[in-house]
Nanobody
Framework: QVQLVESGGGLVQAGGSLRLSCASS????????MGWFRQAPGKEREFVAA????????YYTDSVKGRFTISRGNAKNTVSLQMNSLKPEDTAVYYC????????????????????WGQGTQVTVSS
């Protein structure tokens, strides 16, 4: 079982920045495609960003393009989400997700495509 642990959430004013991190217990981390999802109060969980196992490919939902950056450090088994120019509508619980992949350049945006999930970290953006 792969354990994913998120950190870095908190309260920030609109326009500010936060950096989320997700640490994996899996030593073969580079074989896992990773993603970030979020769930706002009263809403369904939605895709935010994804990165391939190699780190060479990334994909973002339109609402965060140009503001958020997903990256990974395979040597440290971590994936990060740098969030800039935060807006109140970014307020949500953010989840890290991972799945094993045969091709290290593949990435995924569907929740059902991921096998492992973290417990979530709260991000609150005040106006």
């Amino acid at each position: 079982q792969v354990q994913l642990v998120e950190s870095g959430g908190g309260l920030v004013q609109a326009g500010g920045s936060l950096r989320l991190s997700c640490a994996s217990s899996r030593s073969t981390f580079s074989r896992y495609a990773m993603g970030w999802f979020r769930q706002a109060p009263g809403k369904e969980r939605e895709f935010v960003a994804a990165i391939s196992g190699s780190g060479s490919n990334t994909y973002y939902t339109d609402s965060v393009k140009g503001r958020f950056t997903i990256s990974r450090g395979n040597a440290k088994n971590t994936v990060s989400l740098q969030m800039n120019s935060l807006k109140p509508e970014d307020t949500a619980v953010y989840y890290c997700a991972g799945r094993a992949t045969l091709y290290r350049d593949d990435y995924y945006s569907g929740q059902e495509q991921y096998e492992h999930w973290g417990q979530g970290t709260q991000v609150t953006v005040s106006s």
